[in-house]
């Protein structure tokens, strides 16, 4: 079984960086998945967003294009390991 790894970025950063539009729209999740290899660099990029009740959804593209480049620009990233190993 592979382990999911949930890697979290500071709060400050996202807070800092974000600058949410004047319209409101509609609440919901957007993930980030992609992939960080063994030298910690970053690749694959994908958004996933759904609404409240965790149907598809599409937000507006500046808030999920400012998300998206906020993930891409942390340069902290670390490769994963799992119980001491490399993975």
């Known amino acids: 079984m592979i382990p999911t790894l949930r890697i979290l970025v500071p709060r400050h950063y996202f ?40 149907q598809p959804a599409h937000f507006d593209d ?10 891409k620009g942390w340069n902290n990233w670390k490769a994963p390991h799992y119980k001491g190993n490399d993975i």
């Open 15 to 54: 807070l800092n960086g974000f600058k949410p539009g004047k319209a409101a729209g509609p609440s919901g999740y957007v993930t980030v998945k992609f992939i960080i290899n063994c030298s910690g660099m970053t690749g694959r990029f994908r958004l996933l967003e759904m609404d409240s009740t965790y």
């Open 62 to 71: 500046g808030i999920t294009g400012q998300l998206l480049a906020l993930v």
